[in-house]
Protein backbone atom coordinates (compact mmCIF):
# COMPACT_ATOMS: atom_id res chain seq x y z
CA UNK A 1 0.00 0.00 0.00
CA UNK A 2 1.30 3.31 -0.85
CA UNK A 3 0.46 6.39 1.68
CA UNK A 4 1.02 10.00 0.52
CA UNK A 5 0.97 12.69 2.69
CA UNK A 6 -0.02 16.48 2.07
CA UNK A 7 1.67 18.89 4.52
CA UNK A 8 3.83 21.87 4.06
CA UNK A 9 7.11 22.40 6.30
CA UNK A 10 5.08 24.96 8.57
CA UNK A 11 3.35 22.03 9.77
CA UNK A 12 5.81 19.41 9.78
CA UNK A 13 8.63 21.32 11.95
CA UNK A 14 11.88 19.32 12.23
CA UNK A 15 10.03 16.38 10.55
CA UNK A 16 8.18 15.11 13.37
CA UNK A 17 4.87 14.42 11.36
CA UNK A 18 7.45 12.71 9.07
CA UNK A 19 8.76 10.55 12.42
CA UNK A 20 5.17 9.71 13.41
CA UNK A 21 3.93 8.61 10.27
CA UNK A 22 7.15 6.52 10.32
CA UNK A 23 6.57 4.95 13.34
CA UNK A 24 3.24 4.00 12.66
CA UNK A 25 3.69 2.42 8.87
CA UNK A 26 7.04 2.28 8.00
CA UNK A 27 7.54 -1.17 9.49
CA UNK A 28 4.43 -2.90 7.97
CA UNK A 29 5.60 -5.31 5.34
CA UNK A 30 4.29 -4.16 1.71
CA UNK A 31 3.83 0.11 2.79
CA UNK A 32 5.44 2.81 0.87
CA UNK A 33 5.39 6.44 3.06
CA UNK A 34 6.52 9.20 0.35
CA UNK A 35 5.24 13.34 1.08
CA UNK A 36 4.56 15.84 -1.12
CA UNK A 37 3.97 19.35 -0.79
CA UNK A 38 1.73 20.15 -3.32
CA UNK A 39 -0.98 17.72 -4.12
CA UNK A 40 -1.20 17.18 -7.96
CA UNK A 41 -2.16 14.46 -10.20
CA UNK A 42 1.52 13.32 -10.61
CA UNK A 43 1.41 12.99 -6.91
CA UNK A 44 -1.71 11.25 -6.43
CA UNK A 45 -1.42 8.82 -9.46
CA UNK A 46 0.05 5.66 -7.61
CA UNK A 47 -1.39 6.08 -3.95
CA UNK A 48 -3.58 4.08 -2.09
CA UNK A 49 -4.27 6.35 0.66
CA UNK A 50 -3.90 10.06 1.32
CA UNK A 51 -3.12 11.87 4.24
CA UNK A 52 -3.62 15.40 4.35
CA UNK A 53 -3.09 18.45 6.11
CA UNK A 54 -4.55 21.90 5.35
CA UNK A 55 -2.70 21.26 1.68
CA UNK A 56 -5.63 21.32 -1.19
CA UNK A 57 -6.88 18.59 -3.02
CA UNK A 58 -8.40 19.67 -6.40
CA UNK A 59 -10.20 17.73 -9.02
CA UNK A 60 -7.68 17.98 -11.48
CA UNK A 61 -5.56 16.41 -8.90
CA UNK A 62 -7.59 13.61 -8.52
CA UNK A 63 -7.73 13.22 -12.77
CA UNK A 64 -5.36 9.96 -12.83
CA UNK A 65 -6.22 9.02 -8.98
CA UNK A 66 -7.17 5.43 -10.35
CA UNK A 67 -6.29 3.75 -7.21
CA UNK A 68 -6.76 5.92 -4.82
CA UNK A 69 -9.08 4.61 -2.09
CA UNK A 70 -9.32 6.94 1.02
CA UNK A 71 -8.39 10.77 1.21
CA UNK A 72 -8.18 11.56 5.16
CA UNK A 73 -7.55 14.67 6.69
CA UNK A 74 -5.68 15.39 9.29
CA UNK A 75 -7.97 18.13 10.82
CA UNK A 76 -11.81 18.79 11.21
CA UNK A 77 -11.81 20.92 8.78
CA UNK A 78 -11.72 19.25 4.94
CA UNK A 79 -12.81 22.05 3.04
CA UNK A 80 -9.25 22.26 1.45
CA UNK A 81 -10.42 19.07 -0.12
CA UNK A 82 -13.01 19.02 -3.55
CA UNK A 83 -14.98 16.13 -1.59
CA UNK A 84 -17.89 16.28 -4.48
CA UNK A 85 -15.14 15.18 -7.29
CA UNK A 86 -13.75 12.27 -4.78
CA UNK A 87 -17.34 11.10 -4.77
CA UNK A 88 -17.85 11.32 -8.30
CA UNK A 89 -14.73 8.86 -8.47
CA UNK A 90 -16.08 6.79 -5.30
CA UNK A 91 -12.88 7.88 -3.43
CA UNK A 92 -14.22 8.16 0.35
CA UNK A 93 -12.82 11.65 2.19
CA UNK A 94 -12.44 11.31 5.85
CA UNK A 95 -12.09 13.86 8.82
CA UNK A 96 -10.98 13.74 12.52
CA UNK A 97 -13.82 14.45 15.12
CA UNK A 98 -11.06 13.97 17.89
CA UNK A 99 -12.50 15.80 21.19
CA UNK A 100 -9.04 16.91 22.39
CA UNK A 101 -9.62 19.42 19.46
CA UNK A 102 -12.50 20.96 20.51
CA UNK A 103 -10.97 21.81 23.96
CA UNK A 104 -7.90 23.18 22.30
CA UNK A 105 -9.56 25.18 19.82
CA UNK A 106 -12.13 26.45 22.78
CA UNK A 107 -9.25 27.47 24.71
CA UNK A 108 -7.71 29.67 21.58
CA UNK A 109 -10.96 30.92 21.85
CA UNK A 110 -11.21 32.67 25.34
CA UNK A 111 -7.24 33.31 24.59
CA UNK A 112 -8.57 35.95 22.14
CA UNK A 113 -11.51 37.17 23.93
CA UNK A 114 -9.62 37.95 26.76
CA UNK A 115 -6.78 39.83 24.68
CA UNK A 116 -9.57 41.81 23.14
CA UNK A 117 -11.26 42.80 26.13
CA UNK A 118 -9.03 43.36 28.98
CA UNK A 119 -6.31 44.74 25.70
CA UNK A 120 -3.57 42.36 26.49
CA UNK A 121 -1.77 43.33 23.05
CA UNK A 122 -2.04 46.98 23.75
CA UNK A 123 -0.51 46.65 27.06
CA UNK A 124 2.16 45.03 25.71
CA UNK A 125 3.24 47.07 22.65
CA UNK A 126 2.69 50.11 25.25
CA UNK A 127 5.48 49.07 27.89
CA UNK A 128 7.94 48.03 25.39
CA UNK A 129 8.09 51.75 23.78
CA UNK A 130 8.04 52.64 27.48
CA UNK A 131 4.81 53.96 28.21
CA UNK A 132 3.50 52.82 31.54
CA UNK A 133 -0.04 54.36 30.46
CA UNK A 134 -2.32 52.81 32.59
CA UNK A 135 -4.81 55.70 32.32
CA UNK A 136 -4.75 55.41 28.50
CA UNK A 137 -5.46 51.87 28.15
CA UNK A 138 -8.66 52.60 30.96
CA UNK A 139 -9.58 55.36 28.58
CA UNK A 140 -10.10 52.94 26.12
CA UNK A 141 -12.07 50.44 27.73
CA UNK A 142 -10.85 47.78 29.88
CA UNK A 143 -14.11 45.15 30.82
CA UNK A 144 -14.42 41.68 32.26
CA UNK A 145 -16.45 38.65 31.26
CA UNK A 146 -18.08 37.95 34.01
CA UNK A 147 -21.94 38.56 33.68
CA UNK A 148 -21.92 39.06 30.20
CA UNK A 149 -23.52 37.24 27.25
CA UNK A 150 -22.31 35.23 25.23
CA UNK A 151 -23.84 34.38 21.68
CA UNK A 152 -22.47 30.70 20.90
CA UNK A 153 -22.75 29.93 16.32
CA UNK A 154 -22.88 26.49 16.20
CA UNK A 155 -23.25 23.70 19.24
CA UNK A 156 -20.86 21.32 18.04
CA UNK A 157 -17.82 19.61 20.28
CA UNK A 158 -16.07 22.97 19.70
CA UNK A 159 -19.22 24.79 20.98
CA UNK A 160 -20.14 23.03 24.12
CA UNK A 161 -16.63 23.30 25.35
CA UNK A 162 -16.44 26.94 25.10
CA UNK A 163 -20.04 26.59 26.58
CA UNK A 164 -18.09 25.07 29.42
CA UNK A 165 -15.33 27.70 29.81
CA UNK A 166 -18.47 30.12 29.70
CA UNK A 167 -20.31 29.23 32.50
CA UNK A 168 -16.69 29.12 34.92
CA UNK A 169 -16.26 32.62 33.88
CA UNK A 170 -20.10 33.21 35.24
CA UNK A 171 -21.42 34.22 31.63
CA UNK A 172 -24.86 34.04 30.51
CA UNK A 173 -24.72 31.51 27.61
CA UNK A 174 -27.31 31.63 24.45
CA UNK A 175 -26.45 29.37 21.12
CA UNK A 176 -27.67 29.20 17.58
CA UNK A 177 -28.12 25.65 16.05
CA UNK A 178 -30.06 23.47 13.76
CA UNK A 179 -30.13 21.22 16.09
CA UNK A 180 -31.41 21.19 20.22
CA UNK A 181 -29.15 20.14 22.92
CA UNK A 182 -31.75 20.31 25.51
CA UNK A 183 -29.92 17.68 27.94
CA UNK A 184 -26.78 20.78 27.59
CA UNK A 185 -28.84 23.47 27.96
CA UNK A 186 -30.39 22.24 31.05
CA UNK A 187 -27.01 20.88 32.43
CA UNK A 188 -25.25 24.40 32.20
CA UNK A 189 -28.42 26.98 31.87
CA UNK A 190 -28.13 28.08 28.53
CA UNK A 191 -30.87 28.77 26.17
CA UNK A 192 -31.28 28.29 22.52
CA UNK A 193 -32.27 31.25 20.17
CA UNK A 194 -32.27 32.27 16.40
CA UNK A 195 -29.30 33.95 14.61
CA UNK A 196 -30.94 37.23 14.69
CA UNK A 197 -31.89 37.61 18.88
CA UNK A 198 -28.39 36.66 19.18
CA UNK A 199 -26.85 39.13 17.39
CA UNK A 200 -29.15 41.32 18.56
CA UNK A 201 -28.46 40.77 21.90
CA UNK A 202 -25.09 39.08 22.86
CA UNK A 203 -22.25 41.27 23.92
CA UNK A 204 -19.77 38.32 22.68
CA UNK A 205 -20.61 36.34 19.29
CA UNK A 206 -18.50 33.10 18.72
CA UNK A 207 -18.37 31.31 15.46
CA UNK A 208 -18.42 27.62 15.43
CA UNK A 209 -19.28 26.10 12.70
CA UNK A 210 -18.33 24.23 9.62
CA UNK A 211 -17.79 26.12 6.13
CA UNK A 212 -20.36 25.10 3.82
CA UNK A 213 -22.64 26.71 1.20
CA UNK A 214 -24.98 27.65 3.82
CA UNK A 215 -22.52 29.05 6.18
CA UNK A 216 -19.88 31.29 3.63
CA UNK A 217 -20.84 34.78 4.71
CA UNK A 218 -23.13 33.67 7.28
CA UNK A 219 -21.84 36.87 9.15
CA UNK A 220 -21.55 39.59 6.45
CA UNK A 221 -22.65 43.58 6.54
CA UNK A 222 -26.27 43.16 7.19
CA UNK A 223 -25.40 40.23 10.69
CA UNK A 224 -22.80 42.85 11.52
CA UNK A 225 -25.30 46.26 12.00
CA UNK A 226 -27.26 43.98 13.90
CA UNK A 227 -24.44 43.38 16.30
CA UNK A 228 -24.15 45.82 19.62
CA UNK A 229 -21.79 48.92 19.17
CA UNK A 230 -18.69 47.33 20.68
CA UNK A 231 -19.77 43.81 20.99
CA UNK A 232 -16.93 41.64 19.74
CA UNK A 233 -16.92 38.76 17.57
CA UNK A 234 -14.15 35.80 17.60
CA UNK A 235 -14.09 33.64 14.32
CA UNK A 236 -11.81 30.43 14.95
CA UNK A 237 -14.15 28.45 12.57
CA UNK A 238 -13.44 29.20 8.93
CA UNK A 239 -12.16 32.71 7.07
CA UNK A 240 -14.62 32.79 4.75
CA UNK A 241 -17.83 32.58 7.18
CA UNK A 242 -17.34 36.48 7.72
CA UNK A 243 -16.90 38.57 4.93
CA UNK A 244 -13.66 40.10 6.09
CA UNK A 245 -14.11 43.72 4.19
CA UNK A 246 -17.22 44.41 6.04
CA UNK A 247 -15.81 43.61 8.96
CA UNK A 248 -12.67 45.82 8.83
CA UNK A 249 -15.04 48.76 8.36
CA UNK A 250 -16.91 47.75 11.40
CA UNK A 251 -13.41 47.97 13.48
CA UNK A 252 -12.08 50.70 11.43
CA UNK A 253 -15.36 52.85 12.42
CA UNK A 254 -14.71 51.49 16.29
CA UNK A 255 -18.34 49.98 15.69
CA UNK A 256 -17.12 46.49 16.64
CA UNK A 257 -13.99 45.00 18.17
CA UNK A 258 -12.85 41.38 16.85
CA UNK A 259 -10.71 38.43 17.91
CA UNK A 260 -9.72 36.11 14.61
CA UNK A 261 -7.50 32.97 13.84
CA UNK A 262 -8.76 32.72 10.34
CA UNK A 263 -9.02 34.67 6.96
CA UNK A 264 -10.08 34.72 3.94
CA UNK A 265 -8.29 34.09 1.91
CA UNK A 266 -5.20 32.67 4.11
CA UNK A 267 -2.75 35.07 4.54
CA UNK A 268 -4.85 38.23 4.16
CA UNK A 269 -3.30 40.45 1.00
CA UNK A 270 -0.94 43.26 3.05
CA UNK A 271 -2.88 45.51 1.78
CA UNK A 272 -6.09 44.09 3.56
CA UNK A 273 -7.93 46.43 5.62
CA UNK A 274 -8.07 44.10 8.70
CA UNK A 275 -4.27 44.44 8.53
CA UNK A 276 -4.84 48.00 10.07
CA UNK A 277 -8.08 47.73 11.51
CA UNK A 278 -7.47 48.94 15.19
CA UNK A 279 -9.72 46.88 17.73
CA UNK A 280 -8.76 43.28 16.53
CA UNK A 281 -6.39 40.66 18.54
CA UNK A 282 -5.02 38.46 15.10
CA UNK A 283 -3.47 35.09 15.21
CA UNK A 284 -2.48 32.89 12.23
CA UNK A 285 -5.17 30.13 11.89
CA UNK A 286 -3.38 28.10 14.54
CA UNK A 287 -6.48 27.75 17.19
CA UNK A 288 -6.26 23.92 17.17
CA UNK A 289 -2.60 23.77 16.72
CA UNK A 290 -0.71 22.68 19.56
CA UNK A 291 2.20 19.75 20.10
CA UNK A 292 -0.77 17.63 22.12
CA UNK A 293 -3.54 18.14 20.14
CA UNK A 294 -1.99 17.89 16.37
CA UNK A 295 -0.36 14.29 17.67
CA UNK A 296 -4.38 13.18 19.09
CA UNK A 297 -5.93 14.05 15.41
CA UNK A 298 -2.91 12.40 13.66
CA UNK A 299 -3.45 9.37 16.04
CA UNK A 300 -6.97 9.09 14.98
CA UNK A 301 -5.80 9.64 11.30
CA UNK A 302 -3.86 7.07 11.55
CA UNK A 303 -6.60 4.70 12.69
CA UNK A 304 -8.81 5.28 10.42
CA UNK A 305 -6.06 4.54 7.56
CA UNK A 306 -5.76 1.16 9.49
CA UNK A 307 -8.96 0.45 9.08
CA UNK A 308 -8.96 0.97 5.23
CA UNK A 309 -5.88 -1.30 5.45
CA UNK A 310 -8.14 -4.43 7.41
CA UNK A 311 -11.21 -3.75 5.49
CA UNK A 312 -13.04 -2.26 8.09
CA UNK A 313 -15.56 0.34 7.43
CA UNK A 314 -14.42 3.85 7.25
CA UNK A 315 -15.28 6.24 10.65
CA UNK A 316 -16.07 10.28 9.52
CA UNK A 317 -16.79 9.83 5.72
CA UNK A 318 -17.78 13.39 5.12
CA UNK A 319 -18.97 12.66 1.05
CA UNK A 320 -20.78 9.91 1.37
CA UNK A 321 -18.81 7.43 -0.02
CA UNK A 322 -18.33 4.35 2.25
CA UNK A 323 -16.29 1.62 0.52
Not at 58 to 81: E, F, K, M
Not at 102 to 123: D, I, M, P, Q, S
Not at 240 to 248: K, S
Request: glycine share 8%; hydrophobic share 45%.
Amino acid sequence: MRLLTLLSDSYNPDGWVDRLVELQFGSKAGWTIERAKVADARALADADAVLVLMEPITRDALVDANQLRLIQTASRGYDAVDHAAAAERTIPVCNVLTAGHAGTVAEHTFALLLAVVKRVVEGDMSIARGDWSTEALFGSGLSELSGKSLGIVGLGEIGKEVARRADAFGMAVMYTDEVSAREFEERYGIRRVELAELLRTADIVTLHVPLTADTNRLIAERELAQMNSGAVLVNTSRGPIVDLNALAAFLHDGKLRAGLDVFDPEPPPRDHPILSAPNVVRSPHIAGVTTESVRRVFEDAFANIGRLERGEPLLNVVNGVHP
